[in-house]
C-alpha cells in the first residue's frame, strides 16, 4: 500500500536533499526557437506538440535534481483537447520518473461536482468498476471559496489514493488582498484576516490524517511575496505542508520562503517556474544545460538560505 | 460586431420569453440505458462519446425553448481528453443553434494564467496572430478568491470578446457558509458577510460595462437556497445579472428565485440541471419526450411564480 502523502513527499526531499518544486507552465513565446520552429503549423495542435515535448524535456533534465513538479493545467487546456493530452503525458512520464506531481488546476466546486475533478486527479474515475487514471497526480490544488462540502469530496479522494490536496490560502499575486486580506470578526471581539481563517481550516481538515513525518495530507498555498505573513502562518498551522509560489520571477527571494520550513528542512515546497523552464534565450541551443544550471543554482541558494540545508 | 453580452443575453430570454438556463451536467448513471449501452466499451472515451451523444440530443430538444445553457466542464475533464472534445462539440454545437453558452468551470489563477483559462473560452488563443476558438462559450464562472488582479484578465477578455462572466458570489452548496458567512468589519464599526463584500466588488466591476438593458456583463451566481439573502443582493447589487443555481433537484423552489429578477423579468437566469437532463428513468425510451416536458413545466412554473412571466 502506498504510504501517507506527506511522507512519500518527505522522502522524497529527502533523497533529493532540497524541496524544489519545478513548474511547468509552458508559454510558446518562451520555448526554444528550434523547437518551436518543428511545430509551427498554425495550429494548437502544434502549440500543444511543442509543450509536450518541452516539458517531457524538462523532466528529463530536473528528475534526477529535484523531488516535484508543478504542471499547470490552464496552459495545456488553452491548447483544447490535445493539450489535454499532453499534460495526461506529462504527468505520466514524471510519475514513471518518480517523482511527485502536482497538478495546478485550483479546481472548485459542490458535491458529485468536486468529485468529478478529484477523481480526475486523485485515484482515478470509475468506469464499470474499474478506476482508470487521467491526469494522474499525486496532489491538486484547490480554491476554498465554496466551503466545507466543497471541500470535502478532494479530500475524500485524496485519501482514498493515498494522495494531497493544497488549498489556496495566501496567493502570491499582488491584488490578492482584495479578500483574502479582509478583517473577519473572530470570538472576544478581536478579528483576523481572511486567509488566516481559511487557514485554520486547513489545517483543522490536515490534523484529520497526519503521516509519521507530522505533517498531514492537506497543505496550503502560501506565496513567498508576503515574507512577513510566512512566519506567522507556519506558527498557526505548524503540521500543514505548505506549496510557496512566487520564489525567483515573482519577486519572493530565498530567504523570504525560509519561514515556511520546519527546522529539518522538512515542512515547505518552494516552487519555480519561469525562473527555471524560461531560463535561457530562445536561440539557446543547448537549453537543457541552462535548465540544469538553473535549477542547481535555485537549489543551492535556497539551501544556504533556508531550513531546506538540512535535508 | 457583437452586441454587449448582458443586452444579448436579454435579447435571447426575451426572444424565447423565459430565462431558464439547461445545465448540462452528464452523469454515466443518469444516462437513457440505450445510449449507454451503445458507448459500453469499459473506457472514457465510451463515456465521453455518450456523454456528447446525450448533450447534443439535449440541445436539440431545449434550442426552441430556453435561451441559455451552461454545460459543467467537471464532468467532461473526467472523461480525459476524449472528454474534452466532446465538451467542445456541446459548446459549438450550442452556439450554432443560437444559444448563450455559459461554460461552467469556476476558472480562477493569477496573470497570464488567468488570461490562458479566459481566452480559452472567451475569444480563443492566439497563434501566429491568429485567435483559435478553444471552448468557445459566450461567458464563463469563475472564482474570486484570489482577488482583484486575478478577475481582471477574465474581464479584459470577456470585454474584447464582448462575452460575460459569473463570478462566485454565493454558492447554493450546505456548507458555503464556512468562509462565505463570515462577517468582515466595514467602515464605520459595522459588519458583513464575506459574500456580501465579493458581491460589492462584483457590482463595481459590472458597472465598468453596462449594456443598454442597464445590466452589466459581470454577474453574479447567487444560489435560490438562500432565499432570504437573494432580495437583499438584488438591492445591493441592481445592474448585475444572477445566474441562480440550486432551483429544483438541490431544493430551491421556483418562488425562491422570483427576488433574482429585476420586475421586467430580465437580470436574472435559474438553472436547471438534473431536474431537466435526468427527468427520466434510464429505461425511458422516448426521454427526449421527457425532457421537453421537463423543461416546459420548469418554465410554465417559473413563469407564474417569478418576474420570468413578465418577459
Known amino acids: 500500500m502506498k504510504q501517507h502523502f506527506a511522507d512519500r513527499l518527505a522522502a522524497a526531499c529527502k533523497a533529493k536533499k532540497n524541496s524544489l518544486c519545478v513548474g511547468l507552465d509552458p508559454r510558446w513565446d518562451l520555448l526554444p526557437l528550434d523547437l518551436r520552429r518543428r511545430h509551427q503549423t498554425g495550429t494548437l495542435d502544434g502549440v500543444a506538440a511543442a509543450f509536450e515535448e518541452f516539458c517531457l524535456r524538462v523532466l528529463d533534465v530536473v528528475a534526477g535534481l529535484v523531488p516535484v513538479v508543478k504542471p499547470q493545467s490552464a496552459f495545456f487546456e488553452a491548447c483544447g483537447p490535445s493539450g489535454m493530452l499532453a499534460l495526461q503525458r506529462v504527468v505520466e512520464k514524471a510519475r514513471r520518473l518518480g517523482l511527485i506531481v502536482i497538478v495546478d488546476s485550483k479546481r472548485n466546486d459542490i458535491a458529485t461536482t ?94 484529520e490524517n497526519l503521516g509519521e513525518c507530522g505533517f498531514g495530507d492537506v497543505g496550503a498555498v502560501v ?86 540545508g538540512n535535508l
Request: glycine share 12%; hydrophobic share 40%.
Open 114 to 207: 468536486a468529485t468529478a475533478y478529484a477523481e480526475a486527479v486523485l485515484g482515478g474515475v470509475s468506469v464499470d468498476g474499474v478506476r482508470l487514471p487521467v491526469w494522474p497526480g499525486d496532489a491538486m490544488t484547490i480554491n476554498p471559496y465554496l466551503g466545507r462540502d466543497a471541500v470535502e469530496p478532494f479530500l475524500t479522494c485524496a485519501r482514498r489514493d493515498r494522495g494531497g490536496v493544497f488549498v489556496l490560502v495566501r496567493t502570491s499575486n499582488p491584488g490578492a488582498g482584495l479578500f483574502q486580506d479582509l478583517r473577519v470578526a473572530s470570538a472576544g471581539g478581536s478579528s483576523k484576516p481572511l486567509y488566516q481563517m481559511v487557514g485554520e481550516s486547513v489545517a483543522a481538515w490536515s490534523e
Open 223 to 308: 506565496g513567498a511575496t508576503h515574507p512577513d505573513e510566512l512566519p506567522q502562518l507556519r506558527r498557526l498551522l505548524p503540521r500543514v505542508p505548505f506549496l510557496v509560489p512566487g520564489y525567483g520571477a515573482q519577486g519572493g527571494s530565498a530567504a523570504d520562503t525560509a519561514a515556511a520550513f520546519r527546522a529539518d528542512g522538512l515542512g515547505a515546497i518552494v516552487n519555480s517556474s519561469r525562473g527555471i523552464t524560461a531560463s535561457f534565450t530562445p536561440e539557446e541551443k543547448d537549453w537543457p544545460a541552462a535548465v540544469t544550471a538553473a535549477t542547481t543554482r535555485a537549489i543551492k541558494e535556497l539551501k544556504s538560505a533556508t531550513p531546506m
